[in-house]
């Protein structure tokens, strides 16, 4: 039997692969989405309304023990905890390969909706301050586009997805179309006010993508707290509620789920001509043609799929007469920041709604000014809470006059947290590891990456400018802290297969097509020239938008 | 990400701080198995069977007692319960059981320590010892400092039976409902945030509207 040719197969169904899916079959296009994972189930594996006490107890289930011996490093991640580590890979399936000195810590979820289930929903545009960063300081390249070309994308995208937000009017983080902005805190509200006056910086409410009202479909967010367990009311961005119903709607959208992609392959013309599947259970390898390949499977896994696509024409994998392919590495920098707590706000209580969201510093260094020691810069995330008992640990004694001290000491907490640009460097890569294979016999990833000398110097500024801010507050118990933290944990690996005008430097071109493959498109993280210091998958998708739309009308001109 | 200051980081800088010299690694890798436990199952004391089908894993049925005991003198019941109720001991008893096994020897050997004191100075092991007498003896190990009466072995122990307690007396369904003021409400129609015009708080944000519970199957 003749198997159906699909116009578009799209690797990945996450925040890019989901949304991909929607703006191609919106274009008309039937499209096959190939998914490692498999579906969730809301009510099974939703766990956000849980209460501590309807917790199961399995046994030995537990922290230190069966969670680390099968997922050793996404454990690392603050939200695989008991409640959702299912929601991530298990490493001993997927296992990958760094030098001994150098860590990376890749964490992945492997189901329908991948980490848009999982994500932190932090959702900034990034400027021309950061997309033509290399104009202005001389550093790595410029991308080839600019904010003016990427805006109508970005609007798109916040009036599908939904992005909640207040209007700020600032250069280096463009206002979106929100909907109304979460409220903010007593402590969030002095930091502000302080901020501005003091410092001439902007603090503003976290701009994230949780319904603050109701829309296509989608009720609002109901506030009760752990969106990381999954949203059974579908009130958060993520592609199972929101853009794979949008293009299943369409007809012509078809989803397979436990396909584990090894390799694109091509024709004697170079050209894409099939992907090349493992089912993830019976472990058959399968082939389903397309007349072209989008690949969304996340930064690292799609550069994985490529350099694991090798054939006469493509030697050192799809896509890469550059020799660039795995290579200008990047994640967001952490570690930097500083806490304390807020003594005009002794007495004051706390809501029992919990808002999943935080507060936002953008980017203030190397704006207005160049700083001496570093280039570019780092937002702040963080927020004021009513920490009502984590401060025991610190009180004296025990009995009747401790429990009382603990609640008569509850106090206002102010917490910043930097997330700093990464800058891109050649030797910070990826390639196959040829001696390793995963699960279903496809070659893994050795990742070389480490933070360097402006990275380290971002961190350590990330904690004496959070410590200044807290002091100007009238913080009290100041506490900064500058342990730059390894590089994937930011979960924001961005690069290695970038975009440009110059084949010879670059993987894709201004479209997000390959270069090399005219029917090879890359809609993920993997085509970042330069990391910025923003949250990016709000960017992926409006890229992707951009590169939908250029795809679909190369398609009618016959130029595909 | 976490939007509000790490509970664990806290832990880790108070313990360190707090008590004048380095925290003993034992005492810091419990009390963050605890935290990571509680993080990963709260409660767990109230997703166990009751008392007649629950034996410790970790404990004896010795050592189980005194550690009711010792976590009830922590947290005690005021006018709301205390640890004993809020079933600490088990909490205590899973964080040991899946701890490194050098970790819990650790332990185990400061719940011995504290019956010998007990015997040395009140002629009677620790459950057999007055309610002041094991209040005399916990005021000691709870000093911080090696004195005549106290050595490294029960300072560290008090620090470490002491963060566990504050982990799983504040996560369990007994800690949040009573004494942290949780009523159990899990949808609200908005998040009010600061409404003090004295905090400089902007006008009420539009009002939100009731929300129904998603139905799950």
């Known amino acids: 039997m003749a198997q159906a040719i699909y116009d578009a197969i799209v690797v990945g169904s996450g925040a890019t692969g989901g949304w991909v899916a929607k703006e191609l079959t919106a274009a008309g296009l039937t499209v096959a989405v190939l998914e490692a994972g498999r579906k969730l189930d809301p009510a099974v594996d939703y766990s956000e309304h849980k209460r501590p006490f309807d917790m199961p107890f399995h046994g030995r289930r537990l922290a230190r023990g069966a969670l680390v011996a099968e997922q050793p490093v996404q454990v690392k991640c603050y939200q695989c905890d008991e409640y959702a580590s299912h929601l991530f890979v298990k490493d001993t399936e997927c296992p990958y390969t760094t030098p001994k000195d150098k860590p990376f810590e890749w964490i992945r979820g492997r189901h329908v909706g991948g980490k848009s289930i999982t994500w932190g929903r932090q959702s900034y545009r990034l400027s021309d301050y950061d997309l033509k960063a290399a104009s202005r300081d001389g550093f790595g390249e410029d991308w080839p586009l600019d904010y003016a070309e990427l805006k109508p994308y970005y609007d798109r995208v916040d009036r599908f997805i939904g992005v909640s937000g207040a209007k700020e009017g600032?250069?280096?983080?463009?206002?979106?179309?929100?909907?109304?902005?979460?409220?903010?805190?007593?402590?969030?509200?002095?930091?502000?006010?302080?901020?501005?006056?003091?410092?001439?910086?902007?603090?503003?409410?976290?701009?994230?993508?949780?319904?603050?009202?109701?829309?296509?479909?989608?009720?609002?967010?109901?506030?009760?707290?752990?969106?990381?367990?999954?949203?059974?009311?579908?009130?958060?961005?993520?592609?199972?509620?929101?853009?794979?119903?949008?293009?299943?709607?369409?007809?012509?959208?078809?989803?397979?789920?436990?396909?584990?992609?090894?390799?694109?392959?091509?024709?004697?013309?170079?050209?894409?001509?099939?992907?090349?599947?493992?089912?993830?259970?019976?472990?058959?390898?399968?082939?389903?043609?397309?007349?072209?390949?989008?690949?969304?499977?996340?930064?690292?896994?799609?550069?994985?799929?490529?350099?694991?696509?090798?054939?006469?024409?493509?030697?050192?994998?799809?896509?890469?007469?550059?020799?660039?392919?795995?290579?200008?590495?990047?994640?967001?920098?952490?570690?930097?920041?500083?806490?304390?707590?807020?003594?005009?706000?002794?007495?004051?209580?706390?809501?029992?709604?919990?808002?999943?969201?935080?507060?936002?510093?953008?980017?203030?260094?190397?704006?207005?000014?160049?700083h001496p020691d570093f280039l570019r810069g780092y937002g702040f995330q963080g927020g004021a809470s009513l920490v009502k008992w984590g401060h025991a640990f610190a009180l004296p004694g025990f009995g009747a006059s401790f429990k009382q001290s603990v609640r008569d000491t509850a106090s206002w907490t102010m917490n910043f947290g930097g997330f700093g640009e990464c800058l891109p460097r050649f030797e910070n890569h990826v390639r196959l590891d040829e001696t390793m294979v995963d699960a279903w016999g496809i070659p893994v990833l050795h990742i070389d990456c480490a933070f360097g000398d402006n990275e380290r110097k971002l961190v350590k500024d990330m904690a004496v400018t959070a410590a200044e801010m807290l002091e100007a507050m009238g913080a009290e118990n100041v506490r900064a802290r500058a342990e730059i933290s390894p590089p994937g944990l930011g979960i924001h690996e961005v690069g290695t297969a970038r975009m440009g005008n110059d084949p010879k430097t670059s993987v894709v071109n201004r479209w997000q097509q390959a270069h090399d493959v005219k029917n090879l498109f890359l809609m993920d993280g993997s085509v970042y020239p330069s990391s910025g210091c923003q949250n990016p998958t709000i960017t992926f998708m409006a890229l992707a938008s951009r590169a939908c739309d250029h795809l679909a009308l190369d398609l009618k001109r016959g130029d595909l | 990400m976490s939007y509000a200051v790490n509970r664990r980081e806290m832990l880790r800088r108070t313990l360190a701080g707090g008590v004048g010299a380095a925290i003993a690694p034992w005492v810091a890798n419990l009390a963050e198995a605890a935290e990571d436990h509680a993080a990963h199952l709260h409660a767990v004391a109230q997703a166990m069977p009751p008392a007649a089908d629950w034996a410790p894993k970790a404990l004896s049925a010795h050592q189980n007692d005194m550690v009711v005991e010792l976590s009830e003198l922590i947290i005690p019941q005021t006018e709301t319960a205390g640890a004993k109720a809020a079933l600490v001991n088990r909490f205590i008893d899973n964080v040991l059981d899946d701890a490194d096994p050098r970790d819990k020897k650790e332990f185990l050997r400061g719940l011995s320590w504290v019956d010998e004191r007990s015997k040395d100075f009140f002629g009677a092991d620790f459950l057999a010892s007055a309610k002041e007498q094991q209040t005399a003896l916990l005021t000691i190990m709870s000093s911080g400092k090696n004195t005549s009466l106290t050595d490294q072995i029960g300072v560290e122990f008090f620090q470490s039976i002491k963060s566990m307690t504050i982990t799983g007396y504040y996560t369990s369904e007994i800690g949040m409902r009573q004494e942290l003021g949780d009523d159990g409400q899990l949808f609200f129609a908005e998040f009010k945030g600061c409404t003090h015009a004295e905090h400089g708080a902007p006008a009420p944000p539009p009002k939100g509207r009731p929300i129904k519970p998603a139905k799950k199957a």
Do not use: W
């Not at chain 1, 179309?177 to 976290?206: H, S």
């Not at chain 1, 367990?229 to 509620?241: D, F, L, M, V």
């Not at chain 1, 789920?257 to 013309?269: I, L, N």
């Open chain 1, 170 to 370: 600032l250069p280096q983080l463009p206002d979106g179309e929100f909907l109304p902005p979460m409220a903010m805190t007593c402590g969030e509200i002095r930091a502000r006010e302080v901020l501005k006056a003091k410092f001439g910086r902007t603090l503003t409410i976290g701009r994230t993508a949780i319904l603050t009202a109701p829309l296509q479909g989608r009720p609002a967010c109901h506030y009760c707290g752990p969106c990381s367990r999954g949203c059974s009311t579908g009130s958060y961005y993520s592609s199972p509620h929101s853009s794979l119903p949008a293009a299943f709607a369409t007809g012509r959208l078809t989803l397979i789920s436990d396909a584990v992609v090894s390799h694109v392959e091509t024709g004697d013309d170079g050209r894409c001509r099939s992907v090349a599947y493992v089912d993830r259970l019976t472990r058959a390898h399968r082939e389903i043609p397309g007349r072209l390949v989008v690949l969304c499977a996340s930064t690292l896994e799609t550069t994985r799929i490529m350099l694991n696509s090798r054939s006469a024409r493509h030697p050192n994998g799809i896509a890469n007469s550059s020799g660039v392919l795995g290579h200008y590495l990047m994640d967001h920098v952490m570690g930097g920041g500083a806490s304390g707590t807020l003594p005009m706000l002794e007495g004051v209580p706390d809501e029992r709604a919990q808002r999943p969201n935080g507060i936002y510093v953008p980017r203030f260094q190397n704006i207005e000014s160049k």
